[in-house]
């Protein structure tokens, strides 16, 4: 599995783990967003939410989503069509500037940090083929 984040934290803590790669980029929430729909364009599928939580995308700095660490061919639409759709929703929200106090930046990557572990447990315990770093099945999500 592949963990896309601009989330400092979340490199730092998952980076060590072996079944999980964990791609770290220094880009703002929407250019993650692109990205991510870069690599479902090349052939990954989503494994996690790309708007989890209930945090808005305009009260938060940080994300990380899961997906498939290598591509596994065919397009999965339900993934584009999903990824497209927090695109949308992120631009939306971002329009309605939130000022961030920088004092809130670690609370806010801590909250990241939580979705995404708590994310990485439940699909490991869903598939237990996560931990060997084996694709799971080739339906979408």
Do not use: W
């Not at 339900?78 to 106090?101: A, G, P, Q, W, Y």
Request: net charge negative; aromatic share 4%.
């Amino acid at each position: 599995m592949r963990v896309l984040t601009n989330n400092p934290m979340v490199h730092e803590q998952l980076n060590s783990m072996t079944a999980i790669t964990v791609d770290y980029r220094a880009v703002s929430l929407h250019e993650l967003m692109i990205l991510v729909r870069d690599f479902v364009h090349a052939g990954h599928r989503l494994l996690t939410h790309p708007l989890s939580g209930s945090v808005k995308p305009n009260e938060t700095l940080y994300k990380s989503i899961g997906i498939t660490d290598a591509p596994e061919g065919a397009l999965c639409l339900e993934s584009l069509n999903l990824i497209e759709h927090s695109i949308s929703t992120v631009e939306r929200f971002c329009r309605m500037d939130k000022d961030i106090k920088k004092e809130h930046e670690l609370d806010l990557q801590l909250v990241d940090f939580t979705l995404i572990d708590s994310a990485l447990s439940s699909l490991s315990a869903a598939r237990p083929q996560l931990a060997n770093s084996q694709p799971g099945p080739k339906d979408c999500l």
